[in-house]
């Protein structure tokens, strides 16, 4: 990706109109340090661009644009030991995606048993309005990245373990993201 484009896009990113986040997310709004924001990364990491890069302990997303520079989104994750962690790839892509909790989650929490047939996707879906699947070595992890209709619990540990992003920013970056991209989820403890 070239720096213009990087540029550009940024700008588009950060310039999400009010109009369309009090649509998709009433009047909500994100603490600053969890809005999106072009950052530098150290090159020490060796991070590659396109990758998607997940900082648990500090509840980001950084999409590479190149080997410094990053898209940074604020992130909710999952409860304790209920995170996703280690290397993964986008295999799958969904607009409005449907939603089955798992025999664990049913367990943890019975009311999700209502469900255990699927929810249509729509505005009601917990899963939001866009998610890329997590696949290692061509199988399903069930991780996801989404988008929630609880953009308020962007920033803390509140999930089952998927990585939850607000409806207007997951929506951005699903258009950047092509299936194959890889996906590194860390703790950032280390």
Known sequence: MHRRHFLAAGASL????????AAQGGDFELMEH??????????KYGFQPGQLVVVLAS???Y????ERNAVRYGVAIGQEGLNFSGRATIDRKVEWPSWRPT??????NPAYAKYEDGMPG??????GSRAMYLYQNGRDTLFRIHGTTAPQSIGTPSSNGCIRMANWHIEQLYEQVPLGTEVIVVSGRE
């Open 103 to 108: 025999q664990e989650m049913i367990e943890r």
């Open 63 to 66: 999409h590479m644009q190149d």
């Open 14 to 21: 950060l310039a999400t109109p009010h109009i369309l986040r």
């Open 122 to 127: 729509g505005p009601n879906n917990p899963l």
């Open 59 to 61: 509840y980001h997303l």
């Open 34 to 43: 969890l809005k999106p924001k072009e950052v530098r990364v150290k090159k």
